[in-house]
């Protein structure tokens, strides 16, 4: 008696699902290294330095370069295609990150030199993080999923690699110290890269074809690409408008997770435990939040379920560390602010693919990133100082009521009602631009 092969439709699905399978697992891996050195590299620069303005200083080093690089490099991403990017760029981030804690060893590292390699981390992280992010709906197409569960997939990644990320680095700082930490970051760069270059299928992630130009006319070069970027954003009132929030809420959570966290694990004497196990609680909840945004998220009225995300993910997560309650508190807090988060990636990721012609994907989301991104690197400068100037309880109050506040007066302006009016139905919808045959080969019966 033989088994009976595999039908066809079942290789087939198999194979289909391949290409989003591989880049959220690679988005997995990086981002895991990523979290780690959340905890790590702040809590090595505060106990080796002693100082949260200098925390604050390797917080805007890094985060700096990482967005202007995340902004200028969309038109590169486009052109060269998303794959190439993300592997070589990982493998950058990965040497960038082991060369910390080797020279910190090897007594070489000097605080001046320490900036400049977290510099070098962002920039590299930049256009990495961008190119995985563009080969999202590209994977998404290619597997006929619908473009709200591929970014809730996604979303469900990134939280989950959070929670993995916090935990571990928070162990690994508590047990073995930061440089161990750091050590594993880099080797998560490096993993990513491998999955990248290795996993996809060949024909994934190439650079996008470009809408016929007029005769005569050569090629767009880089600064056309980059301007067609900011034209259309800029032509795009909901896109422009959520960006500009989400930068004000990205500003308040760089110093919440670079220095206000670390500051008050050291000062309540809960340690670099406590940091990973609310992070862990939060990117737990924020799984179950993905998950669920995934399943559902496409069937619900997208304004009330991003504003009320925001609602639960803000301001609590402030409030409850200025009150000094205890660490069982805390953690339900953060639970909760979880579960809202994870319901906030799916929907607007889906909006800004749903708004994009694909063959912009790169320039448009890497300029929309990077303003929304622009408050980070300030975040934790500004918070350093800010605790140095008045204490920890004055500066946890007023981030929380500005969190609160950004999110609600956002609520109502008049560009988030179209959010529920550019839904996407079943399989990735692509721009109008993209929907008309470029030529009659294209053509089918």
């Not at 993080?129 to 999923?145: F, I, Q, S, T, Y």
Request: hydrophobic letters at 50%.
């Amino acid at each position: 008696m033989t088994e009976e092969a595999p039908g066809v439709d079942d290789i087939s699905s198999r194979r289909s699902l391949r290409p989003l399978g591989g880049v959220l697992t690679a988005m997995a891996v990086s981002l895991t290294g990523t979290r780690i050195s959340v905890v790590a590299l702040p809590w090595f620069v505060l106990v080796t330095t002693g100082s949260a303005t200098q925390t604050g200083l390797v917080a805007f080093c890094e985060m700096t370069p990482y967005v202007v690089a995340k902004a200028f490099t969309g038109p590169l991403v486009d052109r060269i295609g998303p794959r190439a990017v993300s592997w070589t760029t990982d493998l950058a981030s990965a040497a960038a990150a082991a060369a910390v804690p080797l020279l910190h060893v090897l007594d070489l590292l000097s605080f001046p030199f320490l900036l400049v390699l977290v510099a070098l981390i962002g920039v590299a992280r930049g256009p990495g993080d961008l190119a995985k992010e563009v080969m999202v709906p590209e994977a998404a197409e290619r597997g006929r999923v619908p473009l709200e569960r591929a970014t809730g997939l996604s979303g469900v990644t990134e939280r989950l690699a959070s929670t993995v990320g916090l935990a571990v680095g928070g162990s690994l700082v508590a047990l073995l110290g930061p440089l161990t930490a750091l050590t594993a970051n880099a080797g998560c760069f490096a993993l990513g890269s491998v999955i990248i270059k290795l996993a996809l299928p060949r024909g994934m992630g190439h650079a996008a074809e470009e809408a016929p130009s007029p005769a005569g006319e050569t090629e767009p070069g880089y600064w056309r690409r980059f301007g067609e970027g900011f034209t259309f954003l800029c032509g795009e009132p909901l896109l422009f408008t959520v960006i500009v929030t989400v930068g004000i809420i990205n500003l308040l959570d760089a110093a919440f997770t670079a220095v206000l966290v670390p500051v008050w694990a050291r000062e309540s004497g809960n340690g670099p435990a406590a940091i990973g196990l609310m992070g862990s609680m939060m990117g737990a909840a924020a799984v179950g939040g993905s998950l669920i945004a995934a399943v559902v998220a496409h069937r619900l009225r997208r304004r009330v379920v991003v504003l009320t995300g925001f609602l639960l993910a803000g301001a609590p997560r402030f409030l409850i560390l200025a009150v000094d309650a205890p660490l069982g508190v805390v953690l339900a807090v953060f639970a909760v602010s979880g579960f809202g988060a994870g319901f906030v990636n799916p929907v607007l990721g889906a909006v800004l693919v749903e708004r994009v012609p694909r063959r912009m994907l790169g320039r448009v989301n890497g300029l929309g990133d990077s303003l929304a991104w622009s408050g980070i690197p300030l975040g934790g400068l500004i918070a350093g100082a800010a605790v140095t100037a008045v204490g920890l309880v004055p500066v946890l109050l007023a981030c929380g009521v500005a969190y609160f506040l950004t999110t609600n007066l956002a609520g109502l302006r008049p560009e988030w009602r179209e959010m529920d009016r550019t839904r996407g139905r079943g399989v990735l919808k692509r721009h109008p631009e993209e929907n008309a045959p470029r030529n009659s080969a294209d053509v089918t019966t």
